[in-house]
């Protein structure tokens, strides 16, 4: 089976219009997607995107177009090479060695190869990751750079040793599923009345954690939180995120602030690049929250490549690894975080949300807990309940725990009507 054609296009979704995704660094965002089909030559299709919040789309549709013809006449069997191609080509690694824009089309290509692939197998993109053995899912990383860290035979090792569980951890997601966790009501632009009421219907809808955004003004910060406390009372996790607004002197200073509400974890507090910056801000708040707990570290869903999650890893600079389905270069270079992040034993809390971001990345987080990492310990999965209607296959939570998708794919393919509504500039959902 062979890639006979690649048609992108640029979608976006006005959420700016009532502050949806709104923080301390995004003000007004666009949920956008630069949207991808590989063509293959029986007329199988394979679907995939990069997130954006708006202006620069356009930017990585031009990419995605530019690495096109790296992939036509190519077949999607191999998916380990299928990847390296696209981040191993000198020519465009000139422009950012596996970062930036490149990237990020390399990820929308990557994932929409695993939608073919898996929909020719007639199995969902989890289900096809965890029937592969511990060699294949080694063969599948590019494991330069990676080695001082961990080797494909530790890999293999690690993966190996909880091989014989799968069964069970399959049939456990089938009947209790992963948990999740809501952003729904820490958006910044919200009012004070909103995100009370969506505080509550959080809790009441079986979510055990909630997410708010900080990072703006901290006084409204320390209200907001102690408004979401009071509300959903103390047994009900509550983590915070700075969007990167902060040196490491302020993340430090603001958090001390907001200790006595007993943040779960602050994340991105500071440079996505900054790794000891990110070891500074958790040494100082190993001890800030109440009763002398730990105020978490958790990163990622900026996280340039696998390098920067293994320095973070290394040198012990966070407490939790927000992976993100369209950052890096896709399921491929996913598979090696987890890998890296079961190996220095921190747990994997994907960053989703966005526009189709829970869709995808609930497939890497149900195969870490059937291959890899064999563990629910503090783990769960962003979501945010809005634009799941735009997709064929939408993400499923039910009592705060994501259950698994049965149909084949990635659950990336956005409905066709979707996509030609709010295509940029032209659609109609643009036109008014």
């Not at 923080?23 to 956008?32: E, F, I, L």
Request: charged share 20%; hydrophobic share 45%.
């Amino acid at each position: 089976m062979r890639i006979v054609a690649v048609e992108s296009s640029d979608i976006r979704f006005p959420t700016s219009r009532e502050l949806d995704g709104s923080d301390a660094m995004n003000p007004d965002p666009d949920y956008s997607a630069a949207y991808v089909v590989l063509h293959a030559e029986d007329g199988t299709e394979g679907h995939g995107f990069t997130f954006t919040i708006g202006r620069g789309n356009e930017v990585c549709r031009a990419a995605l177009d530019a690495l096109a013809p790296l992939v036509i006449g190519k077949s999607v069997a191999d998916l380990g090479e299928f990847g390296r191609r696209l981040t191993h080509d000198s020519q465009f690694r000139w422009l950012g060695p596996e970062k930036g824009v490149m990237h990020l089309a390399a990820a929308a290509i990557v994932n929409a190869a695993w939608d073919l692939h898996a929909t020719t197998r007639g199995v969902p993109v989890w289900e096809l990751l965890a029937s592969l053995s511990p060699g294949e899912i080694v063969d599948l990383v590019d494991w330069r750079y990676l080695t001082d860290a961990l080797t494909p035979a530790e890999a293999v090792e690690l993966l190996t040793a909880v091989a014989p569980g799968r069964a069970a951890r399959i049939e456990h997601l089938r009947e209790s599923g992963y948990p999740a966790y809501t952003t729904s009501p820490g958006w910044l632009g919200y009012p004070d009345e909103k995100v009370e009421r969506l505080c509550r219907e959080a809790v009441a809808d079986g979510f055990r954690m909630i997410k708010l955004k900080v990072g703006a003004d901290r006084a409204d910060d320390v209200r907001r939180f102690a408004l979401a406390r009071q509300t959903v009372g103390p047994d009900i996790r509550i983590a915070v995120d700075a969007n990167q607004r902060w040196d490491v002197p302020d993340a430090i200073d603001w958090m001390t602030h907001l200790a006595p509400f007993d943040p779960w974890w602050i994340e991105e507090p500071t440079s996505p690049d900054d790794v000891l910056g990110h070891g500074a801000i958790r040494q100082a708040l190993s001890s800030a929250a109440p009763g002398g707990r730990a105020i978490r570290v958790a990163t990622g869903e900026h996280v340039a490549n696998r390098v920067v999650f293994k320095q973070l890893l290394q040198a012990g600079a966070v407490d939790v690894v927000q992976l993100d389905a369209c950052r890096v270069a896709g399921v491929n270079e996913n598979v090696a975080i987890l890998l890296l992040a079961a190996k220095f034993g921190v747990p994997v809390c994907p960053h989703a949300g966005g526009v189709g971001l829970c869709e995808l990345v609930q497939h890497l987080s149900f195969f870490d807990y059937i291959a890899v990492s064999g563990s629910l310990e503090d783990r769960t999965i962003e979501y945010v309940d809005h634009l799941h209607d735009h997709f064929t296959d939408p993400a499923v939570v039910t009592n705060g725990a994501y259950r698994l998708p049965t149909a084949p794919g990635f659950s990336a393919r956005m409905l066709p009507e979707s996509r030609s509504h709010y295509a940029f500039p032209h659609g109609a959902a643009w036109r008014t």
